[in-house]
């Protein structure tokens, strides 16, 4: 029986409020608008930014919401005005638009979009479509969306602009890393840091995104990757990957950053922070060579305080920059990650150290505030 142009009713995870457990709920989807898509969700997983928009530390959340940005699924039905999409299609939603038509997407040098509206935060941006109003209601209320993606829902309502198609084989329940975390920390390393061959890198942090990192540093040709955790247990895999050193902080006797100037005769040339927080970026930062040195920051963390630069350390030829989706422009670049997947140029399986059924997500949380995962898939 056709679903076109009806509610539907689904099963979602809903955050009431901040600090709590996520709800699972019987929620209504409405139909897509105009230049809308409506997906079902067939898989999606936790990432430190669902989170982080949830932690009672982050002042700009908005509630209820449904949370979850990292997913894959089938298209469900189209709204009008949609000529890219049809029913039965492999997509892959992001939070990065690209309409193709504004003066950031005409730039080669930037993954930005016009579309954004908040140019502030990314995160708390696209909470309602572009109507302003929302097409999730639970309980007779409506229920905000998260960076126009909400994932933690059996159905979920996109922009047109904000999805990808993808190969009919490709296996959602690997390829729906793409919509971020992997996407993030290989485009950190190829495309904002650009990493050169030869090069000495430091990677702060071995979550997902980290490790993807890692990937974008052996791809780039780096010949030594030092990477920085508090969890031994993930030095394995790392080195696996391409890691040629391996720091616990917590097992130094100094600074982190001092023990990487020392190993490297002066810091590397690339240092990637995927962790977040004051502490992180500036022991990045120090980490990097004068004359040259590049601090990539990819990590966020809520209720942290700014990093403090003098312009002395950037005289010295250091350069600080960031990334946004690792810099790809999403609708052009996310189907060539996924047939690079396909093609082994790099393996997704690796990340994928727990699959849950939907109903456990806040299993999936403490799984990953915990660090005993890397990535848990969610499957409806």
């Given at each position: 029986m056709s679903t076109k142009?009806?509610?539907?009713?689904?099963?979602?995870?809903?955050?009431?409020?901040?600090?709590?457990?996520?709800?699972?709920?019987?929620?209504?989807?409405?139909?897509?608008?105009?230049?809308?898509?409506?997906?079902?969700?067939?898989?999606?997983?936790v990432c430190h930014t669902d989170a982080l928009n949830i932690d009672p530390n982050f002042k700009n959340g908005v509630f209820p919401v449904i949370v979850g940005h990292e997913c894959a699924g089938i298209v469900e039905s189209i709204g009008p005005g949609v000529t890219n999409?049809?029913?039965?299609?492999?997509?892959i939603p992001?939070?990065?638009?690209?309409?193709?038509?504004?003066?950031?997407?005409?730039?080669?040098?930037?993954?930005?979009?016009?579309?954004?509206?908040?140019?502030?935060?990314?995160?708390?941006?696209?909470?309602?479509?572009?109507?302003?109003?929302?097409?999730?209601?639970?309980?007779?209320?409506?229920?905000?969306?998260?960076m126009g993606v909400s994932s933690f829902s059996q159905y979920t309502v996109v922009s047109d602009v904000n999805l990808a198609k993808i190969h009919d084989d490709a296996n959602l329940e690997r390829v729906c890393l793409l919509g971020c975390g992997f996407s993030t920390g290989y485009g950190a390393a190829i495309n904002t840091a650009k990493v050169t061959p030869g090069s000495t890198c430091a990677i702060f942090g071995l979550g997902g995104v980290g490790l993807s990192a890692v990937i974008g540093c052996k791809v780039a040709g780096a010949s030594r990757i030092i990477v920085t955790d508090i969890n031994?247990?993930?030095?394995?895999?790392?080195?696996?990957l391409g890691a040629t050193d391996c720091?616990?902080?917590?097992?130094?006797?100094?600074?982190?950053?001092?023990?990487?100037?020392?190993?490297?005769?002066?810091?590397?040339?690339?240092?990637?922070?995927?962790?977040?927080?004051?502490?992180?970026m500036r022991a990045a930062l120090d980490s990097t060579s004068v004359g040259g040195g590049t601090?990539?920051?990819?990590?966020?963390?809520?209720?942290?305080?700014?990093?403090?630069?003098?312009?002395?350390?950037?005289?010295?030829?250091?350069?600080?920059?960031?990334t946004l989706f690792g810099g790809w422009k999403s609708v052009d670049s996310v189907p060539k990650l996924v047939n690079d997947y396909?093609?082994?140029?790099?393996?997704l399986d690796l990340f994928v150290t727990h699959t849950l059924p939907f109903d456990k997500v806040n299993e999936a949380y403490d799984l990953m505030n915990q660090g005993k995962s890397i990535r848990t898939i969610l499957t409806f």
């Open positions: 142009g009806k509610v539907i009713k689904c099963k979602a995870a809903v955050a009431w409020e901040a600090g709590k457990p996520l709800s699972i709920e019987e929620i209504e989807v409405a139909p897509p608008k105009a230049h809308e898509v409506r997906i079902q969700v067939m898989a999606t997983s999409f049809k029913p039965g299609d492999k997509v992001f939070y990065t638009p690209q309409c193709k038509k504004c003066k950031f997407c005409l730039n080669p040098h930037t993954n930005f979009c016009g579309k954004l509206r908040n140019l502030k935060n990314p995160t708390v941006d696209q909470e309602l479509m572009e109507d302003k109003t929302s097409r999730f209601t639970c309980k007779g209320k409506p229920i905000y969306h998260f031994n247990e993930k030095f394995t895999l790392a080195k696996a720091l616990n902080p917590r097992e130094l006797d100094r600074p982190i950053q001092e023990v990487i100037i020392e190993m490297t005769n002066g810091g590397v040339d690339f240092a990637i922070e995927c962790i977040g927080g004051y502490q992180h601090c990539t920051l990819v990590g966020v963390k809520a209720g942290d305080k700014a990093l403090d630069v003098s312009p002395e350390e950037l005289i010295m030829g250091r350069t600080l920059n960031a396909m093609n082994k140029k790099f393996n």
